[in-house]
Every structure is written in structure tokens, then in C-alpha cells.
């Protein structure tokens, strides 16, 4: 393409995105004035206020004017003066007599809302009763001044009246402020708020009742619009009941327009039930709706003027902006709209949420880069810390004297050598009784006793002083690792939180089809995951359906057909109702699993042992084992080992790193005490997608694997917890098969054997010459041996724990059925 032509096109699409620009800001300034005009200066309480002061039912009953005045002096009382003029004037163009029970109507109201106030402010309930003394006082008054005497029928047609008031004020209290409040965001409507919504538009069309064009209902055109609209935004459901409800206040405004009900109700029905045809279908059942209840109450009248007043209401409902169908279609439950608008509102909450949790996580990494930068000490070694205490000497004893430079600059080393002898032999305890060394080193210098005094008073506190700052050192190394586990958990969390569910509908629909083609009951199906190996699904059954265990023997191996892998029912919760529905859980089945066995005794059989001993699914696929020995036996060794199996299991499941998790054990331990207690841990975490295990040892005995005649021994070299507040964890890795034993053991049962020097050579004969293959049976037999070789007495407390690693084999086989796989 030419330069000039390339520039022609460039200049053309940038002149089309100006003109989309200032359309769209155009747009949006019409829209804003629009709104102005309509909520911030009252039009549309002007407007409302004027055709509810014309509107009545059976001819002579006026029950709207005056809750709606109510309405809008309760929630809206800057407009009240407004909605006064409005209500005058529209009753006005009907009568003086209309006009004159509005404004009775609305002056009583204030007689009584001196009394009322008081009240109305904390209560609003109390509001429908005001308008209720307040109509039927203004209505026998207006008889009664008009025909100067009161009957029976005039006091119950006002009683009729009152309640009538009664009961749209408590209506029109939640209708009002939809119409004339303008939010930023509003919560979907409720049903009740859809019906009185319903009724109030109903109302306010009542007030349309003589007006014509061209011979066309007004009236007529409108109520079908409204239909129109509630059919097109929320389906057939509530187009129909939109059409029972404004039928049913159009007839009892005009008896002649009683099979309106029935007209409106069918039109908004067929209209909802063609939505799919976009407004073009919604029309099309108005337009059947219409011809076929007019053919059907009067096969003679002229069906010209109904088409005709449908198809008015059709070309205004297909002229209206879609913008205001779509922000109409976002308050109404259940609409595709509404979803979308949740959806979006619900991912803003998981975004801001999933923000705060990493801004949190970048917090704890700072406070981690702080703790081991910011302030750091830098480790010494033993020559540094010489020249650093020789330095502080000197500036004590050696600045102030006459023959520094001669020590310092013509004999430097000489000088340098007889000071690190004096730290050396105070270190040691030998400088007094060294009597050589004083005279050599009094010859050399002035201040020789001085030099050896300062040495000596300070050379304790220069120690002391590098060990506070190690440790000092080590802390915030520790609390440095620390922090940083805690930021990586929640920034992994705010990672998980930013997956959404995804859009399994089809699969959904599939699984659904295959299961109820075997003639398999379902309700409904949820598919969050699909992935290979994390398969998670939940159905509603039938109770009756699943009390024989359908979902087990049945469902699983169909659903484990149609995924391609082994799926197991994870969870079930059944419905208290005989006839209820369950809900069940599927999942993915581990491809390893791990059975256990324990064996236990306190030292002397006594019922307190101070091993403790715990396993434990941390999610994820794993599996842990874990055996603690606090120090000694009784209660307190009991309470120590238990304690850290505690913070341990808490801690993993978090799901900090188990190297971290150990180090933030051992420095809890080591500061809730000064005590001299300490605690052994034996850990093994197996992971069940492949038989992996990791084996942290922290001043425990060894472990063992027995896989066939084979013993392969595991051990560690780590310290108790307790005994230094930092060290290093080292985690042993092992590759375990089907059908391998893991063995783990206290101290009690390695060393327990009577007159054994070789206790390894001891345990891996025993575990060897085992012939059964399971776990529990294998923990009592070592438990036993070890007891027998010394004489049926425990001299200590003894842990065993035995867990055998097996190919996870599913209860049921797969049922084959005839179904595509699910992608």
C-alpha cells in the first residue's frame, strides 16, 4: 500500500474513533440532563402526582391521591409541595369534587400528623393508619357538606374507601422510592417490591382513562407497553403477572375493561415465551395475545383498533434505548442481565479481596527483607573479634600515652603480639601466675598493669556482647524465615482466589444426559473442576435414590467411565426430609493410599505417656505422620510432645513449608520456657500422587522401610527442638513403592532391647523376620518383642507407628456407558 493511501486510511479511523468519542460524550450528557430533570428537579413525582390525581376505581372512589402525598412527605419531604400541586391540577382537569376531597384529603392529613409526628418518625408503620383516619375523616366531611346529611351506604363506601388508602400508603412506601431515587448501585428487587412497583405504574395508568388519540386508548397503549417491557426484560413469569395486575386495577377503574385481565395476562405471557425472538418475538405474542382474547369475549367488535393499539405499544417498545431495558433487566432476579451484574459486582468484591491479601503478603515479605537486611550484624570471625576488643583496649589505655607512636608505628607487631598474649592468658586464667610474661611485657610498656587491668575487667562483657549480638543475629534470621513463609501462604491465597469458577454447563448437560439414559435419578449437577487428578463435582439425588448406596456402587464408577479417572464420593450430606434431596461430593481418588497401625505404653504401664503421636491429611495430596518425645515421662512430657504435634499440625495445614513450620516450633518452645525442657519430633510427609516422602527428623531415632526382604534404614542428625533456638532442618527424601512399610519409632523402641549393643542390626532383624503385611499387627509385634527382652517391664515410654503405601484400587469397578467423553 502507498504511503498516501496508508496515511488516507490512518486519518479516516482516526476520525470515525473522534466521532464514536463525541457521540459517546454527547450521550452521556443527554443521559445526565435527562436524569437531572427527572429525579433531581421532581418531574417524575410531577408527573406521577398528576395522573394519581386523576385516577379512580367504580366511578367514585379517589384511594391514591392521598398515599402517595403520604408517601412522598415521608421519604421524600422536599417534594412535598410539589407533589401538592401535582395532585391538585390533575384532580382539577376531573372536578371540582375530585379536587375537593384531595385537598380535604391532604389537609386532614396534616391535622392529624400534629398528633401522629410524634410518633411517625420512629415508626413508620404508623403512617398507613394516619392516611387512614385521615381519608375516611375527609370524605364523610365532603358528603357531608355536599349533600348535608350522611347514610349508612356513605359511611361504608368511605370506610372502603380509607382502606383502600390504607393499603396502597404501605404500598406505595416501597414503590415511590424506586421511581424517584437515582443510586449508584441498587440491589436487585425483591418480588413484593416488583408488585408494588406493578401497581403503583397501574395506578398511575388509571389516571389515563379518557384520554384518546386518534380514537386510541392512551390508556390501552401504555398498559401493553408496560407488558411489553416486563416480558422482554424478565420472561413470561413476570409478564404475566405484570398483565394480572395492571388488568386488574384497569377494571376496577372502568368494569367495561374487565376482560383486559385476561387480555394482558395471555399477551405477557405468549411475549415472554417468545423472548427468544429478541423485542420482534415479544411483540408477536402481544399481537396474539390481543386478537385472540378480542375475538374471543365479542366475535363482532372491530379488532382494527385493538391491532391498532398493539401496534402502537409495539413501535414505542421497539423505539425505546437499550440501555434503559438493559439497566431495567439488571433489578429483576434471575435475568441474564441481573447475573451478569452480580457476577461482575461479586468478581470486583474477589478482586478487591484477592488485592488486600497480597498487599498484606507484600507487608510480610518486607518486614522479612527488614528483618534479615535492615540492622543486620555481620557475623565475625575470631580474628576480627581480636582486633575490635584490642581496638577498644587501646583507645582505654594506649591514645593518652607519650609512646603510642613508638608501640603503634616503629613496632607495631611486636606490640600487636603481646596484647593478643595478654587476651589469650586472661581467656585462659594464666596471666597472673605468668611472672616471665609480666616482666616482658612491663619493659615493653609504660602502662603494662593498666593495659592488663582493662583487659581483664573487660573482656567478659566484649563476649557476652558478641553472644547477645548472634543471637540477635539468629532471631531475626529466624523471624525473618518466619515471615516469609506467612507471605507466601496468602500470596498463594490470593492466587487461589483469583480463579474463578469456570463455565462447565456443557459438561454439566452431558453428565446429566448419561447418568438419567442409565435411568439414574439426578437433580442438578455443579462441575467446579475438571482437571486430571482434582476432579470436583456435587449433585442433588433424591434421598429415596441414594439409600442403598447408588451414589457409591453406581454414580462414581459412571461418573469414572466418563472422566477417564478413578472418582470416589468425597462427602455427603442427606436431607432430614424422607422425600428431600442429598447433596454428594465427587472427587479425585488419590493414586496412593496410606493404612496405619499404632502401639503404644507408658513407661511403668501407667496411663500418661510422654510420646505423642498424631496423623493427618493436610490437603493437597498429602499425608503426614508425626511422633514427638518430650523430655523425661509423666505429665509434663506428655503436655510438651502433645502441644508440639498441635502447632505442627496447625501450622502445616496453613500450609507453610514443614522446614519453616519446625524452625517457628522450636523458637515457640524455646521462648514459652526458660526451663530445660526439650522435645524429639519424627516427621513424614507422603505425598499421594506419587508415593514421594519427605522424613525430618529432629533428634529422633531412626526410621525404617521394609519393602520385601529389604530394610533401607532413614536418619537424621538435628538437634531436639529446644536445645538451641536455631539450626538447620535437613529433609531426608525417599522414594517409596506399592506395598512398602514405613516404620516410625520413639526412643523407647529403638533402644529398648535388653543387652543389645548393635540396635540397629537389632531392629532390621526383627522387621525383617515379620511376616505379616499389616501395619496394625506389625506395631503390636515390635511393641511386644521389645517389652518381652526386658522381662515384661517398660522402662520407658514406647511410640510405635507402622503405615503401609498401596495403589489406591477404587471399591467398585467402572460402568462402561454410552455416552461421549466429557472434554
Known amino acids: 500500500m502507498p504511503r498516501t493511501e496508508k496515511r488516507t486510511v490512518e486519518a479516516g479511523i482516526l476520525a470515525m474513533n473522534r466521532g464514536q468519542a463525541n457521540?459517546?460524550?454527547?450521550?452521556?450528557?443527554?443521559?445526565?440532563?435527562?436524569?437531572?430533570?427527572?429525579?433531581?428537579?421532581?418531574?417524575?413525582?410531577?408527573?406521577?402526582?398528576?395522573?394519581?390525581?386523576?385516577?379512580?376505581?367504580?366511578?367514585?372512589?379517589?384511594?391514591?391521591?392521598?398515599?402517595?402525598?403520604?408517601?412522598?412527605?415521608?421519604?421524600?419531604?422536599?417534594?412535598?409541595?410539589?407533589?401538592?400541586?401535582?395532585?391538585?391540577?390533575?384532580?382539577?382537569?376531573?372536578?371540582?369534587?375530585?379536587?375537593?376531597?384531595?385537598?380535604?384529603?391532604?389537609f386532614m392529613f396534616f391535622v392529624y400528623n400534629l398528633f401522629f409526628a410524634r410518633f411517625t418518625k420512629k415508626i413508620i408503620g404508623?403512617?398507613?393508619?394516619?392516611?387512614?383516619?385521615?381519608?375516611?375523616?375527609?370524605?364523610?366531611?365532603?358528603v357531608y357538606f355536599t349533600e348535608q346529611s350522611l347514610v349508612l351506604y356513605d359511611v361504608f363506601i368511605s370506610t372502603i374507601e380509607a382502606g383502600l388508602s390504607f393499603v396502597l400508603t404501605m404500598i406505595f412506601l416501597q414503590s415511590v422510592p424506586l421511581l424517584t431515587e437515582r443510586k449508584g448501585k441498587q440491589q436487585p428487587l425483591e418480588t413484593e417490591e416488583i408488585v408494588c412497583l406493578i401497581i403503583l405504574l397501574a395506578s398511575v395508568l388509571t389516571g389515563t382513562t379518557d384520554w384518546y388519540i386518534y380514537g386510541l386508548s392512551v390508556q390501552h397503549?401504555?398498559?401493553?407497553?408496560?407488558?411489553?417491557?416486563?416480558?422482554?426484560?424478565?420472561?413470561?413469569?413476570?409478564?404475566?403477572?405484570?398483565?394480572?395486575?395492571?388488568?386488574?386495577?384497569?377494571?376496577?377503574?372502568?368494569?367495561?375493561?374487565?376482560?383486559?385481565?385476561?387480555?394482558?395476562?395471555?399477551?405477557?405471557?405468549?411475549?415472554?415465551?417468545?423472548?427468544?425472538?429478541?423485542?420482534?418475538?415479544?411483540?408477536?405474542?402481544?399481537?396474539?395475545?390481543?386478537?385472540?382474547?378480542?375475538?374471543?369475549?365479542?366475535?363482532?367488535?372491530?379488532?382494527?383498533?385493538?391491532?391498532?393499539?398493539?401496534?402502537a405499544a409495539i413501535g414505542i417498545f421497539l423505539f425505546t434505548p437499550k440501555f434503559l431495558l438493559d439497566k431495567l433487566a439488571r433489578f429483576v432476579p434471575g435475568t441474564v442481565e441481573n447475573s451478569a451484574d452480580q457476577q461482575q459486582y461479586l468478581r470486583k468484591m474477589?478482586?478487591?479481596?484477592?488485592?488486600?491479601?497480597?498487599?498484606?503478603?507484600?507487608?510480610?515479605?518486607?518486614?522479612?527483607?527488614?528483618?534479615?537486611t535492615y540492622g543486620y550484624v555481620q557475623e565475625m570471625d575470631k580474628e576480627e573479634q581480636i582486633d575490635l576488643f584490642l581496638e577498644h583496649v587501646t583507645k582505654k589505655t594506649c591514645n593518652n600515652c607519650f609512646k603510642k607512636d613508638q608501640c603503634w608505628s616503629v613496632k607495631p607487631e611486636q606490640t600487636y603480639e603481646y596484647m593478643k598474649e595478654i587476651m589469650a592468658q586472661t581467656e585462659e586464667g594464666t596471666l597472673a601466675r605468668n611472672r616471665k610474661f609480666h616482666k616482658e611485657w612491663s619493659k615493653h610498656c609504660m602502662r603494662a598493669s593498666q593495659v592488663m587491668d582493662v583487659v581483664d575487667r573487660d573482656?567478659?562483657?566484649?563476649?557476652?556482647?558478641?553472644?547477645?549480638?548472634?543471637?540477635?543475629?539468629?532471631?531475626?534470621?529466624?523471624?525473618?524465615?518466619?515471615?516469609?513463609?506467612?507471605s507466601k501462604v496468602m500470596e498463594n491465597f490470593a492466587k487461589e482466589i483469583q480463579r474463578e469458577k469456570e463455565n462447565?454447563?456443557?459438561?454439566?448437560?452431558?453428565?446429566?444426559?448419561?447418568?438419567?439414559?442409565?435411568?439414574?435419578?439426578?437433580?442438578?449437577v455443579d462441575i467446579y473442576c475438571l482437571d486430571q487428578g482434582n476432579v470436583d463435582i456435587e449433585m442433588t439425588i433424591p434421598n429415596v435414590s441414594n439409600e442403598r448406596g447408588e451414589c457409591e456402587k453406581l454414580i462414581a464408577p459412571m461418573l469414572s467411565d466418563i472422566l477417564k479417572e478413578t472418582v470416589f464420593v468425597v462427602r455427603e450430606e442427606r436431607s432430614p426430609y424422607p422425600h428431600g434431596m442429598s447433596t454428594v461430593s465427587f472427587g479425585s481418588a488419590k493414586t496412593f493410599s496410606?493404612?496405619?497401625?499404632?502401639?503404644?505404653?507408658?513407661?511403668?504401664?501407667?496411663?500418661?505417656?510422654?510420646?505423642?503421636?498424631?496423623?493427618?491429611?493436610?490437603?493437597?495430596?498429602?499425608?503426614?505422620?508425626?511422633?514427638?518425645?518430650?523430655?523425661?515421662?509423666?505429665?509434663?512430657?506428655?503436655?510438651e510432645s502433645k502441644e508440639t504435634l498441635k502447632l505442627l499440625q496447625k501450622i502445616l495445614q496453613s500450609g507453610i513449608q514443614e522446614t519453616i513450620a519446625i524452625k517457628a516450633i522450636n523458637s515457640i518452645l524455646s521462648l514459652r520456657t526458660t526451663e530445660e525442657i526439650f522435645t524429639t519430633l519424627d516427621l513424614a510427609m507422603v505425598d499421594l500422587r506419587d508415593a514421594t516422602a519427605k522424613f525430618i527428623k529432629v533428634g529422633s531415632t531412626p526410621s525404617f522401610v521394609k519393602r520385601g526382604d529389604r530394610v533401607i534404614k532413614v536418619e537424621g542428625s538435628n538437634l531436639p527442638i529446644g536445645i538451641i533456638e536455631d539450626f538447620e532442618v535437613d529433609v531426608i527424601s525417599e522414594q517409596l513403592k506399592s506395598g512398602d512399610l514405613l516404620i516410625m519409632m520413639s526412643d523407647g523402641i529403638f533402644e529398648g532391647p535388653k543387652h543389645v549393643e548393635n540396635h540397629d542390626a537389632w531392629m532390621k532383624r526383627k522387621i525383617k523376620e515379620i511376616q505379616t503385611q499389616d501395619p496394625q499387627e506389625i506395631a503390636d509385634i515390635l511393641i511386644e518383642e521389645v517389652i518381652r527382652s526386658r522381662g515384661g517391664f517398660i522402662e520407658d515410654d514406647m511410640t510405635v507407628v507402622v503405615a503401609k503405601i498401596e495403589k489406591n484400587m477404587p471399591k467398585w469397578a467402572t460402568i462402561p456407558i454410552a455416552s461421549k467423553q466429557i472434554q
Open 459 to 486: 573482656l567478659m562483657h566484649f563476649y557476652n556482647d558478641q553472644e547477645m549480638r548472634r543471637q540477635m543475629r539468629e532471631n531475626r534470621r529466624l523471624v525473618a524465615e518466619q515471615l516469609q513463609g506467612v
Open 350 to 372: 474477589r478482586d478487591v479481596t484477592s488485592q488486600k491479601i497480597a498487599r498484606f503478603a507484600n507487608v510480610f515479605q518486607a518486614l522479612s527483607n527488614s528483618f534479615s
Open 221 to 311: 397503549i401504555f398498559t401493553r407497553y408496560l407488558v411489553l417491557i416486563s416480558a422482554f426484560t424478565a420472561g413470561a413469569a413476570i409478564g404475566s403477572t405484570v398483565g394480572v395486575v395492571t388488568g386488574l386495577i384497569l377494571s376496577l377503574a372502568n368494569v367495561a375493561s374487565l376482560y383486559q385481565l385476561s387480555l394482558l395476562a395471555f399477551s405477557g405471557l405468549l411475549g415472554g415465551m417468545l423472548k427468544e425472538g429478541k423485542r420482534i418475538g415479544v411483540g408477536l405474542g402481544l399481537l396474539i395475545g390481543t386478537s385472540l382474547i378480542t375475538l374471543y369475549v365479542d366475535k363482532q367488535a372491530d379488532i382494527a383498533i385493538t391491532l391498532l393499539e398493539s401496534v
Open 594 to 639: 496410606v493404612d496405619t497401625g499404632i502401639a503404644t505404653a507408658a513407661m511403668g504401664g501407667g496411663l500418661l505417656s510422654g510420646d505423642s503421636y498424631s496423623t493427618m491429611e493436610l490437603g493437597a495430596g498429602k499425608y503426614a505422620l508425626a511422633i514427638s518425645d518430650g523430655m523425661g515421662n509423666g505429665e509434663r512430657a506428655h503436655m
Open 126 to 142: 404508623l403512617v398507613p393508619f394516619q392516611v387512614f383516619l385521615s381519608a375516611l375523616t375527609a370524605h364523610l366531611i365532603v
Open 504 to 524: 462447565h454447563q456443557v459438561q454439566e448437560e452431558q453428565i446429566i444426559e448419561s447418568l438419567r439414559s442409565f435411568g439414574v435419578e439426578i437433580g442438578n
Open 23 to 106: 457521540l459517546s460524550n454527547w450521550t452521556s450528557k443527554i443521559r445526565s440532563v435527562i436524569e437531572s430533570v427527572f429525579f433531581r428537579w421532581g418531574f417524575v413525582i410531577v408527573l406521577i402526582g398528576f395522573l394519581l390525581g386523576r385516577a379512580y376505581i367504580l366511578s367514585n372512589i379517589l384511594p391514591f391521591a392521598l398515599p402517595f402525598f403520604a408517601a412522598v412527605y415521608v421519604m421524600k419531604r422536599e417534594k412535598t409541595a410539589l407533589a401538592f400541586l401535582a395532585l391538585i391540577g390533575g384532580a382539577l382537569t376531573v372536578s371540582l369534587e375530585n379536587t375537593a376531597f384531595t385537598f380535604a384529603s391532604i
